[in-house]
């Protein structure tokens, strides 16, 4: 595992310090060598989605005796571990090297941690006793819902889920889909993300943000999406009917057309959580490069795989990728903890397109070094690739993040125009003297 030469970590707290120590070693010598065993004891067919295997209960267990347990939750939040972005981020990577297990083996998976985060904002104290106290503590899981099929979701404006106040009321109705979480027997509350004032002027006040108990009549669960051909059981991304959905009117988040600022808050922090786990990911699959192409068993042509000039080329790629996408991370992680998620957005988004698209870069070069064993079922390395594919849409796909890069960037353009103007201006009056 490669040394963070990017970070002093004597310059941060000797609890960050002791907390990392120990998910170090609780990623390496607990999480994965259960990794095999987990895919041993999940269920076969409907099974799967019905069964938790024993290894990962154990493995919580042992994550909250060392203290390992809601990490994610920062400094401003009185239910979390009290660290900052840069050093949870720093722990978030370590996870992301056995992202089966690390993250809830720990009590930081996604979607729970942004639920969480947003019950821990942005909730009253009812709906914290109710929902955000049995999360933390473990015992249920959560989805968050906001895409949809009928529409373009990366313009969440389009969201079409009706959203209706009937007396004490609301009452839901519509579709959503790639709700991650939502075949799990533990998931027990959806946020649901509708439309409750679609005539208001403002776009982004005609959402609101609902919380919904899995279990209210008119839910179905109609299936779990195919990832490349995985679906991620127990977890899934799944396809959700709300037909008639009624809750009362206390299961509001916020308030009525506040939908947008409630997931902009749950968003921004949880994006680079995902790219730090991501970095983890990538640290994982260059590992198994090296691990191969130096096995003296692969040879070609004559030469251990190591001695071809492309292997290694492909290795110190990997390897300046992996550290720059660090660097954009921890650089936004703390822009975050010097201001909030809404001061670092350039940098949010700077990380969040470069990370998973450098992770598919170094995923697919370890695929090609295993050959067609990298495809297979007996590495990880085709699965990884899956789930990170996946990476470029959530929280937004690369072309919304792009986007409001390049309109940042080209603010500033009438700015140098007129600098450039005035360099010209004093270069032609220097030569007019010559």
């Keep these: ?142 989805a968050f819902a906001m895409t949809e099929p009928a529409v373009a979701s990366s313009d969440a404006t389009n969201i079409e889920l009706n959203i209706r106040r009937e007396g004490g009321q609301y009452v839901l109705n519509g579709k959503k889909w790639w709700i991650s979480g939502a075949g799990d027997p533990r998931c027990a509350v ?44 127990p977890e899934g991304h799944c396809e959700i009917i709300f037909k008639d959905v009624r809750v009362p009117v206390e299961n509001i988040v916020l308030g009525e057309g506040r939908g947008f600022e409630v997931i902009q808050g749950r968003l921004g922090p949880g994006r680079i959580h995902h790219c730090m786990r991501t970095v983890g990911i990538a640290e994982r699959a260059l590992e198994l490069m090296l691990a191969r192409v130096t096995d003296p068993s692969r040879r070609t042509f004559g030469k251990n795989l190591a ?20 660097f954009l991370v921890l650089n936004a992680a703390q822009k975050i903890d010097k201001g909030d998620a809404k001061s670092a957005l350039k940098e949010i988004s700077m990380a969040k397109v470069d990370v998973p698209n450098m992770a598919l870069q170094v995923i697919d070069r370890a695929i090609q070094a295993h050959g067609a064993g990298g495809l297979s079922q007996d590495f990880p390395l085709a699965r990884l690739y899956a789930g990170v594919r996946t990476l470029r849409f959530a929280d937004g796909p690369d072309e919304v993040h792009l986007a409001q890069l390049g309109r940042n960037e080209l603010r500033r353009a009438e700015e140098i125009r007129a600098r450039l103007n005035q360099i010209k201006d004093k270069s032609d009056a220097l030569k007019a003297k010559l």
């Design 307 to 326: 001695q071809h000039g492309t292997i290694v080329q492909d290795i110190a790629r990997s390897r300046i990728e992996i550290d720059r996408a660090r």
């Design 190 to 233: 959806y946020l649901v993300m509708g439309k409750s004032d679609p005539s208001n002027e403002n776009k982004h006040r005609q959402q609101s943000l609902v919380i919904v108990p899995s279990d209210t009549p008119g839910i179905t669960v109609v299936r779990p999406m195919m990832v490349m051909g995985y679906d991620d059981a």
């Design 1 to 142: 595992m490669a040394t963070n030469s990017l970070i002093n970590f004597d310059s941060l707290s000797p609890k960050f310090r002791d907390l990392y120590a120990k998910a170090k070693d609780f990623v390496e010598n607990d999480c994965l060598p259960a990794e095999a065993i987990f895919e041993a004891q999940m269920g076969q067919g409907e099974n799967r989605w019905k069964v938790i295997p024993p290894v990962l209960e154990e493995l919580k267990v042992k994550a909250r005796s060392l203290g390992l347990w809601n990490l994610f939750l920062g400094t401003s939040y009185k239910e979390g571990a009290g660290l900052t972005n840069v050093e949870y981020g720093l722990i978030a990577e370590l996870t992301g090297r056995s992202i089966k297990l690390a993250p809830e083996a720990m009590n930081c998976s996604a979607p729970d941690t942004g639920n969480m985060e947003v019950f821990a904002k942005y909730g009253t104290e009812a709906q914290k006793e109710r929902w955000l106290k049995p999360l933390l503590d473990g015992k249920i899981r959560s």
